[in-house]
């Protein structure tokens, strides 16, 4: 599995940007997608997931600015609006995958920046 990950920048606070990630390979029907960020001297945390159910969860940190979403070509989104100066990071896609019988798999994209200015 592969994860593309794209669309980062500078924005100024109040500002958005849209994230994409497009996942190929060996994917499984059922998985758990999903972006973590990290941001310079901290640990990665977890921004958003979503199931191919369409189940999401966000972050309470970005709950009602950010949203995730993916379609059925297993693009997964990231809108995110309003951005704050402490949303600066290095933002990764993520996918989880657990085959029947075997271990679970979690693969990771490479870093996007986002940077946003007060």
């Known amino acids: 599995v592969q994860l593309q990950a794209s669309g980062g920048g500078s924005v100024r606070a109040g500002g958005s940007l849209r994230l994409s990630c497009a996942a190929t390979?060996?994917?499984?029907?059922?998985?758990?997608t999903g972006w973590y960020r990290q941001a310079p001297g901290k640990q990665r945390e977890l921004v958003a997931t979503?199931?191919?159910?369409?189940?999401t969860d966000h972050a309470d940190v970005v709950k009602g600015r950010f949203i995730i979403s993916r379609n059925a070509t297993e693009n997964i989104d990231l809108q995110m609006n309003n951005l704050k100066p402490e949303d600066t990071a290095l933002y990764y896609c993520n996918l989880y995958q657990a085959p029947w019988g075997s271990p679970p798999s979690n693969y990771w994209g490479q870093g996007t920046l986002v940077t946003v200015s007060s």
């Open positions: 979503i199931t191919t159910g369409r189940v």
């Open positions: 390979g060996n994917i499984l029907p059922i998985n758990t």
